[in-house]
């Protein structure tokens, strides 16, 4: 599924749904994981995670998921120097891809009869 309104209004609903859900928790740039898979705290990291992402009930980015529940269990993943936070989950600083691409409900692989504005 991709990131069409319906999709990400179904996120936005279950985070805000979740009672330990923190709007400006830090953000963490996932372009590189080093990690030890024995390490219980991973493990129940990863666990968690994919135990909602993979019923894809929402959309299509990782990145929230992994923010909230990086909050929720107190992990302080390691920082690169240059890291940048994002203040807000909902933030739409996003521009149209290569050749102004843009997900819309023909991507989504579900049946839907309602238009995505």
């Not at 069409?4 to 400006?24: C, E, G, H, Y």
């Not at 009930?57 to 269990?73: A, G, H, S, T």
């Not at 120097?81 to 909902?90: A, G, S, Y």
């Amino acid at each position: 599924k991709k990131d069409i309104s319906k999709n990400i209004n179904a996120s936005k609903k279950w985070f805000l749904s979740q009672p330990d859900f923190n709007n400006t928790s830090v953000s963490y740039r996932n372009n590189a994981f080093v990690y030890d898979p024995t390490n219980e705290r991973f493990r129940k990291l990863m666990t968690a995670f994919w135990a909602h992402y993979s019923q894809e009930e929402d959309m299509w980015r990782d990145q929230p998921l992994y923010r909230y529940l990086v909050n929720k269990f107190g992990l302080k993943p390691e920082l690169y120097p240059d890291n940048k936070e994002v203040k807000h989950f909902f933030e739409q600083k996003g521009v149209k891809g290569h050749n102004g691409h843009h997900y819309s409900v023909k991507d989504d692989g579900i049946k839907n009869d309602s238009k995505d504005k």
